[in-house]
């Protein structure tokens, strides 16, 4: 047997939520084959099988939360060789979940003192043979923990649904339903005591809460979004970010990309305006080495690859795709490239290497009419380039006063690992190329 580990699906990847399982147990699996869908801190991704063989055990259930590392199933070579079970009557007892067998240890032996049955996997031979009564004989399969916590929530463990091995009821069925409140009602002694064990400050913060009338509703929040909340905490945290504006005359730029387009429009592709962008920060990154470094515990890393990674919006927040050796890859290569991973981004495809080894990023809300805007920096990366919309402003060229097309740009920078005159040199280069840009081709 094999035991399937919850992977590391992108560098920053902690925990990972299943969010669908494709193979069902006893399910054969080639390798190849997708067996899971795993949701994690920037897409939902496919996770295929490595080997061959029929998927036995489905260690964690859709829409649990696991560490990277954690089992989260099983493939055997035999769709009947069940993981603690000897599959023939035997008296093999059954395995106890990874996550309760130490929790529940202390809870089995003083259960066993008081002559408690402890249960047994499918044929043990240490069930009670003779049982009580009849209530007891139909008890639901439980661990140990759970019925403690079934106890002290005042849950009725008869009326919960299990999710574990043969639905056996587990740590997490009872947490569940005593979130939603939903599987059993509290008894109303234990309710009373409870309520007269809590401080009046307690009590008087549990009662019905003040209607503010704003019609409130809670939304489930993805794990996707969780994860971006708490890494861009900690970017403004941790990261000493500083800023450095300028606006470029697009005039040039807008010229280029028609005659860029003219001449690709029998291939089929586009170049926009955000390629162009990307183009030139790749050509300027080559030019400043010092920025396209990362500042990681206390070390200064110089990466000799420009990878650009592109800002893209979906339904559960915000992805970076990245686009590997960009200063190598030609217009239409970027936008063709751009668009396939876009694609992806939104389709929840994305593979983990598709968003790993940025060295820096683009984010453009100029589509949505943003004039200009601070970005927050992606860590491990050293800075992030914000573009606002092409709009027209008056100014002054040669003594007169003209309607010009003009981009706000806006360059965040990691103050740790790049000074402000590097910053500034670069954000002028870059600004040059973009109003020269013959140069992002040269």
Avoid: C
């Avoid at 996550?99 to 259960?111: H, T, V, W």
């Avoid at 730029?253 to 429009?265: C, D, G, H, I, T």
């Amino acid at each position: 047997m094999s035991e399937i580990q919850m992977p590391r699906l992108s560098d920053t990847m902690e925990e990972g939520v299943i969010s669908t399982w494709v193979k069902n147990v006893g399910d054969k699996v080639a390798s190849g084959d997708v067996l899971v869908e795993i949701e994690t801190d920037k897409a939902v991704m496919e996770y295929e099988a490595y080997e061959d063989g029929y998927l036995v055990k489905q260690s964690v259930s859709e829409g649990e939360t696991v560490p990277i590392g954690a089992v989260i199933g099983v493939i055997a070579d035999s769709p009947d060789a069940v993981p603690g079970d000897s599959g023939d009557g035997g008296s093999e007892p059954e395995a106890e979940p990874a996550e309760e067998e130490q929790g529940e240890k202390a809870e089995e032996i003083q259960e066993a003192a008081e002559g408690t049955e402890a249960e047994k996997g499918e044929g043990g031979s240490a069930e009670s043979t003779a049982p009580a009564s009849g209530d007891e004989a139909s008890r639901p399969r439980t661990s140990p923990l759970a019925r403690r916590l079934a106890k002290e929530y005042g849950l009725d463990i008869n009326k919960i649904q299990g999710s574990g091995p043969k639905g056996r009821i587990v740590r997490a069925d009872i947490e569940a339903a005593r979130e939603k409140g939903s599987s059993a009602e509290e008894a109303p002694h234990a309710v009373e005591a409870k309520e007269e064990a809590k401080p009046s400050a307690e009590r008087a913060a549990s009662a019905p809460a003040f209607d503010d009338g704003r019609a409130s509703e809670e939304l489930k929040v993805s794990n996707v979004r969780k994860v971006i909340a708490r890494r861009l905490t900690e970017s403004k945290q941790t990261v000493p970010h500083f800023y450095l504006r300028r606006t470029i005359d697009a005039e040039a730029l807008k010229a280029f990309r028609a005659q860029v387009n003219e001449q690709l429009s029998s291939t089929g592709v586009k170049v926009s305006f955000n390629d162009l962008i990307v183009k030139a920060s790749a050509t300027a990154l080559k030019l400043h080495p010092a920025v396209n470094t990362s500042w990681v515990d206390d070390k200064l890393l110089q990466h000799h690859r420009v990878n650009v990674g592109v800002a893209v919006a979906v339904d559960a927040g915000l992805v970076v795709p990245v686009l590997h050796d960009t200063d190598k890859a030609t217009l239409s290569e970027i936008s063709t490239r751009t668009r396939e991973l876009a694609g992806k981004a939104r389709d929840g495809k994305l593979k983990p290497q598709e968003m790993s080894g940025g060295t820096f990023s683009v984010s453009n809300l100029g589509m949505f009419g943003v004039d200009s805007f601070s970005a927050v920096i992606n860590p491990p990366e050293a800075a992030i380039l914000a573009v606002g919309a092409m709009r027209q402003e008056p100014v002054v060229v040669d003594g007169e006063v003209v309607v010009r097309n003009r981009i706000s740009l806006e360059l965040s920078v990691d103050h740790r690992a790049v000074d402000g005159a590097v910053g500034a040199a670069f954000l002028k280069d870059l600004a040059e190329i973009l109003e020269e840009p013959m140069r992002i081709i040269l």
